[in-house]
């Protein structure tokens, strides 16, 4: 008996030191996790940066850098052309180009998670095509809202239209009773339905009409003016902080719904709210610049094998990402051909899909 005791005692301490190591070896690894993470994330911040003052300085009117420079900080020393060049055109171009990307990046990586679908962007709900169809009444037919200002009807149209869509997903969505995959193939219901409606305005549209509607689809940032920018920002200053706040319950949904409701996460209203989310920040987007593709795919993609999948990080890095990918591309735009600015979205697509197929062939998007 004295020797089993005493064997038991001198067992004990070994056990519980050998456990304390072994959680001290966790919180150590956890604590450089987060560390690289915040380091990766502080980089991509710093990376798009660099990339909205490439943008901001290029552009096919032939001014130089330092000129752009000087209109940004001393204004009075400068010509007003070149002050409504680098003011009015660039500036607000540039920036709704940061916003742009950042928007559908994150309603990109929320679809992502609450449909657990690599696939899942702002255009798989047919929010994105429900905006192109908006703009395309208010450029082929003149439909608008009442009392809208004549530079404000594309975007507002695009944007009424767009949320219009969005409470009849959510009420389909009810009346079926179902759950993400229900959403989802309601969604891709209204994408091939807005698609119809997009062409049937295309084979009525007289040729004016029908140039303005297809360089619109495109994607283009020349109608990034001060006016449309407002209720882009507010909706990216708004909504991602929010997406930021679930952060816990985004990837605590990664790990199966059973853990999630385990932990007492409400699914239903969780992903409510993050499709509300994900359907202003698209059809704000794309009411000022038309339709992008890829950026709200590859976007989440890359900050998935760079962060991971802890949404406090995943996130921020792929607002960040989609900010970069969208400054880089407004600057292609602007370089690619001599005097020509070419859509944003033809380049979007152009750099997207070797990225995706990428993903997809090394495994890394499933």
Avoid: Y
């Avoid at 704000?284 to 339709?291: D, E, L, P, Q, Y």
């Amino acid at each position: 008996m004295t020797a089993g005791a005493s064997a038991a005692s001198t067992s004990t301490p070994r056990t519980d030191g050998a456990g304390c190591e072994a959680i001290d070896e966790v919180l150590a690894h956890h604590r450089r996790l987060t560390r690289r993470r915040v380091a990766i994330t502080l980089a991509l911040g710093l990376l798009a940066v660099a990339a909205f003052i490439v943008d901001l300085f290029s552009g096919p009117s032939g001014l130089s850098m330092a000129d752009a420079l000087t209109a940004l900080v001393s204004p009075g020393s400068m010509d007003p052309t070149t002050l409504a060049i680098v003011q009015n055109i660039r500036l607000p171009a540039a920036l709704t180009a940061v916003l742009v990307g950042a928007g559908l990046a994150v309603a990109g990586a929320e679809l992502q998670t609450v449909f657990d679908n690599p696939l899942a962007e702002g255009l798989t709900l047919g929010i994105a095509p429900a905006a192109a169809f908006g703009a395309a009444l208010a450029i082929v037919l003149g439909i608008s809202v009442p009392g809208v200002p004549a530079a404000l009807i594309v975007p507002i149209n695009a944007f009424v239209v767009a949320f219009g869509a969005t409470l009849a997903l959510l009420a389909m969505a009810r009346a079926a009773g179902g759950g993400a995959q229900t959403l989802l193939l309601i969604g891709i219901g209204l994408v091939f339905t807005f698609n119809a409606l997009i062409a049937l305005l295309q084979f009525v549209a007289s040729q004016q009409a029908l140039q303005q509607l297809v360089f619109w689809m495109l994607g283009s940032l020349s109608g990034a003016r001060w006016p449309a920018i407002g209720p882009l920002a507010l909706a990216v200053v708004v909504l991602v902080p929010l997406a930021v706040a679930r952060s816990w319950q985004l990837t605590a949904l990664r790990l199966g719904e059973e853990r999630a409701q385990s932990l007492g996460i409400d699914l239903r209203r969780l992903r409510l709210m993050s499709l509300i989310r994900v359907s202003l920040l698209t059809a704000a987007a794309v009411s000022v610049v038309g339709t992008i593709g890829f950026v709200g795919l590859i976007g989440p993609h890359i900050a998935r094998i760079l962060v991971g999948e802890d949404h406090r990080f995943f996130l921020p890095a792929s607002a960040l990402i989609g900010a970069l990918v969208m400054s880089l591309a407004a600057a292609g735009s602007k370089l690619l051909l001599v005097g020509v600015v070419v859509p944003i979205g033809i380049l979007t697509a152009l750099t997207g899909l070797p990225v995706f197929f990428a993903l997809i062939l090394t495994g890394r998007a499933r």
